[in-house]
C-alpha cells in the first residue's frame, strides 16, 4: 500500500499534468481564433474589394468606371457642365471678357487633379457659368506615350464636340483617367466614355474620321509650341489687359482669380 507521501506525489503529478493539459488547449485556442481572425480579415478584404469593383472600376487599370460608381460621375459631371454654353472645344459665353486656353493631355495625371482638385470646378462653376470666361481647350502631347494614342482621344473629345459634349467627355475621361503606361486608351474604352457623356454614337463614329479634327488636334500643338509650353496643364488667360499664366502646376482657385483679375 502506498505511503501518505507518495499518494500527495502522485496526486501533485496529475495536477501538473492536467494543468499542462488545459495550458496547452488555451495555447491551441487562443492560436485558433488569431487565425480565424485572420481568416475572416482576408474574407472582409475580399468581399469589399469585390464590392468596390462591382460599384465602381471595371479593373485593369483602365480607370473606367460601372455601375452605381459611374452613375454618381456622370451626375457630377452633369451637374457641373449643365447650362453652360458648348460649342467644339470652347466652353462658356462666346463673348465672355477673359479667355483661358487650356493646354491639356488626357492621360496627364497632372491635368486630372487640377481638374479634379484643383481651381478648375470652382472657376467653372462660378466664373464660367456667369459668362464671365470662357475656356478652350487646346490638344498638347506631353504624358501619352503615343503620338497616334493621343490623336484618337483627342479627336474622339473633339467628335463629341461636335455634339457639344466635348467638356463632358474631357471631364469624364479625367475621372476615369487609368494608370499610366498601361495602354488602357482602347476604342472600348472611348465607346464607353462617349456613352456616359451622351452622345450619339452612330454620329460620334462618322465624326472621328472628319480629317478637320486632326488639323485641329496638330494646331494645338503648334500653337503650344510657338507660345513656349512646356508642361501640362498650361492655362493662358487673355482679357483687355493682356495676357498671364499661373505659375502652380496644379492652380488653386485663388490662383485662377489672382489672374483673371490682372487681364480684366
Known sequence: MASRTKQKEEARARRLE???ARAEQTRRNRRLRM???VVLGAVIVVAIAIAVSSGGSSGGGSG?????????TVTQVNSLLSGIPQSGATLGNPNAKVTVDYY???????????????????????EVRQGKVKV???????????????????????????QDKFWNFMELFYHEQGTEDTSYVTESYLTSLAQQA??????????????ALLAQVESDGQSGNSIGVQGTPTLVFFGPK????????????????SAISKVS
Open 136 to 162: 478652350v481647350y487646346r490638344a498638347f502631347q506631353t504624358a501619352t506615350p503615343s503620338p497616334q494614342t493621343f490623336q484618337t482621344q483627342q479627336i474622339a473629345a473633339l467628335a463629341a464636340g461636335k
Open 242 to 257: 493682356g495676357s498671364t499664366s499661373p505659375s502652380a502646376g496644379v492652380p488653386s482657385y485663388s490662383d485662377l482669380q
Open 35 to 37: 487565425v480565424g481572425g
Open 64 to 72: 473606367l468606371q460601372t455601375g452605381t460608381k459611374s452613375s454618381q
Open 18 to 20: 492536467q494543468e499542462r
Open 104 to 126: 491639356g493631355d488626357l492621360e496627364c495625371p497632372i491635368c486630372r487633379d487640377f481638374t479634379l482638385n484643383g481651381g478648375w470646378p470652382q472657376l467653372v462653376a462660378n
Open 198 to 211: 451622351g452622345v450619339n454614337l452612330s454620329t460620334w463614329n462618322t465624326d472621328r474620321k472628319d480629317p
